[in-house]
């Protein structure tokens, strides 16, 4: 039956497409495709409901926010979803991978096992404006996220251009990548944004003293507050010229 998970319902097709990927794929296929961000979230007519339903059957491999402005037909940002039928590591055809991560039969590769867990990406920061309405991801953003994801499946990096990629460790990067379990996920009442799991970003320090920067900002905020009570002079004083008394 190809709605497994639920009947999506006929006014959005999101959970449509994504049941028709998870029905043609094979046993230990993988499958990556880009949704409308309500995807991640959406309760509506039924959606929450099968979301949960393909979360529970350990099927979500890795999601990944994008920012906005990526795409010539429209300027709102997407999601990218990596769904996976076998997260075991059993041997997976055509992926040749390091030794040390072990070899199946016919020199097949094999991923670690990733049973119960979902990579989280956050890339919405990402990306250059070549105009004033597109965004692009730089080659080597794109290499951080795909490197990001296939060293969290335990492969080597991908190699850019002409360069090969050098052997990493993953680990979570706070504001940027983030390893969660099932349980984390039902925490959050199988919601997938990834904003919610890799948190914020580290704030650096820029060497002012506190005391100095609360004196300079409260001092900031003091010349703006008189400045915003003139404006508001000047503008009720108009309005008043106008037969408007405020």
Request: hydrophobic share 35%; with cysteine; proline share 6%.
């Amino acid at each position: 039956m190809r709605w497994k998970f639920g009947v999506p319902p006929t006014g959005n097709a999101n959970f449509a497409w994504v049941q028709h990927f998870i029905h043609h794929l094979a046993p230990s296929g993988i499958a990556g495709f880009v949704l409308a961000n309500g995807s991640m979230s959406s309760n509506q007519s039924g959606e929450g409901e099968i979301r949960k339903n393909i979360i529970e059957a350990d099927l979500v491999d890795c999601m990944i926010a994008l920012p906005g402005q990526l795409f010539y037909g429209t300027q709102i940002p997407a999601c990218l979803w990596f769904i996976a039928r076998d997260k075991s590591g059993t041997p997976t055809k055509g992926h040749r991978l390091p030794s040390s991560f072990g070899r199946g039969a016919g020199g097949e590769g094999r991923f670690r096992d990733r049973q119960k867990e979902t990579l989280f990406i956050d890339a919405r920061r990402m990306g250059v404006m070549r105009d004033r309405t597109h965004r692009e991801l730089t080659d080597e953003e794109i290499k951080k996220i795909a490197d990001t994801y296939h060293s969290w499946r335990g492969e080597s990096p991908l190699p850019l251009g002409e360069g090969k990629g050098e052997g990493m460790e993953y680990e979570d990067v706070p504001g940027f990548c983030k390893s969660a379990t099932l349980d984390d996920i039902r925490k959050h009442g199988h919601v997938l944004t990834p904003g919610r799991y890799v948190g914020a970003p580290p704030q650096g320090d820029d060497g002012e003293p506190f005391e100095e920067k609360m004196a300079r900002l409260t001092k900031e905020l003091s010349t703006q507050f008189a400045e915003s009570k003139n404006l508001e002079e000047e503008i009720r004083k108009n309005l008043k010229g106008l037969g408007f008394d405020v």
